[in-house]
C-alpha cells in the first residue's frame, strides 16, 4: 500500500478551475494505477477519472469528460486532477485512491486511500 494525502479542494464559483494534488509515500508509487473519486453527500462514492501506471491510459466518467485531466507524475509521486469548467454538481469530497496493477473503474479495486479534500463549487 501507499499512503496518499489531497490538497487543492476549496470553494470556488461555477466556470471555475481548480487543480487537485495526491502526493504518495512509498517506493512503488511508479507501479501504481491511480483514481480520484468523489462522494456528494448522501451519495456513494464514484470514480471520476483514472490512470495506468505509466499514464499512457486514462479514464473518465462522461459528467467530467472535456473539463477534468487526470495526469500522474513517478518523479513526483504525485497525481493531480485538473478541474475546469466547474459546476455546482462537481460538489463533493474528493479522494484519491491507489492499485497495484492495471487501471480499474470499481471502487473495490482500490487498496489506498487518502483522507479526502472538499470541493464546493457556487451558482
Known amino acids: 500500500q501507499v499512503q496518499l494525502v489531497e490538497s487543492g479542494g476549496g470553494l470556488v464559483q461555477a466556470g471555475g478551475s481548480l487543480r487537485l494534488s495526491c502526493a504518495a509515500s512509498?517506493?512503488?508509487?511508479?507501479?501504481?494505477?491511480m483514481g480520484w473519486f468523489r462522494q456528494a453527500p448522501g451519495k456513494e462514492r464514484k470514480l471520476v477519472a483514472a490512470?495506468?501506471?505509466?499514464?499512457?491510459?486514462?479514464y473518465y466518467a462522461d459528467s467530467v469528460k472535456g473539463r477534468f485531466t487526470i495526469s500522474k507524475d513517478n518523479t513526483k509521486s504525485t497525481v493531480y486532477l485538473q478541474m475546469n469548467s466547474l459546476k455546482p454538481e462537481d460538489t463533493a469530497v474528493y479522494y484519491c485512491?491507489?492499485?497495484?496493477?492495471?487501471?480499474?473503474?470499481?471502487?473495490?479495486?482500490?487498496?489506498?486511500w487518502g483522507q479526502g479534500t472538499q470541493v464546493t463549487v457556487s451558482s
Open positions: 490512470i495506468s501506471w505509466s499514464g499512457a491510459n486514462r
Open positions: 512509498g517506493r512503488t508509487f511508479s507501479r501504481h494505477a
Open positions: 485512491a491507489a492499485k497495484g496493477g492495471a487501471l480499474a473503474t470499481i471502487v473495490a479495486s482500490y487498496d489506498s
